[in-house]
């Protein structure tokens, strides 16, 4: 998350700026350049992803544009949706997408979306239930279940 925050990642149009002699196309849906807001936010694969995995943490209704909006999103916090859980959502959700650019570009591999929104489930659960003993985590596995 922190790599991508900082526009790191090695993206393909980081890549071929680098000189690799690479197609610059998202891995994910061939149609756009892959740069990180693309990849990670605009791409039609990733807001599948987004829409699916934010359900109940009251997302915007267009999801994000570019990367402003995502922190300024995270940074807003409801009783229904506190900051904390969109931190969650967001790291969660920031780690599959990369982990599934990886698979397609790599292993030529594709999940479904549907699937990929499980992982995060799991995962945010997961990391919720092993801090459930702080005071700041012991409301979130109810927000985030429901
Ligand atoms: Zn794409």
Not at 41 to 54: D, G, I, M, N, Y
Not at 88 to 114: D, E, G, M
Not at 121 to 126: A, C, F, G, T
Request: with cysteine.
């Amino acid at each position: 998350m922190w790599v991508a925050n900082l526009d790191r990642l090695p993206t393909r149009v980081r890549l071929a700026s680098w000189g690799l002699q690479i197609p610059t196309t998202c891995c994910l849906c061939s149609s756009e350049p892959e740069t990180r807001d693309h990849l990670m936010l605009t791409c039609q694969f990733s807001r599948e992803v987004w829409k699916l995995a934010l359900g109940n943490l009251n997302p915007p209704v267009q999801l994000f544009r570019d990367w402003n909006e995502l922190l300024s999103w995270i940074r807003m916090s409801s009783k229904l949706s506190p900051s904390i859980l969109r931190k969650l959502a967001t790291q969660a959700t920031i780690f599959h997408l990369w982990k599934q650019r990886n698979n397609a570009y790599h292993n030529s591999c594709v999940v479904l979306p549907l699937v990929i929104s499980k992982m995060i489930y799991r995962d945010v659960k997961n990391t919720i239930l092993a801090r459930r003993n702080r005071k700041q985590f012991r409301t979130l596995l109810s927000l985030w279940i429901t």
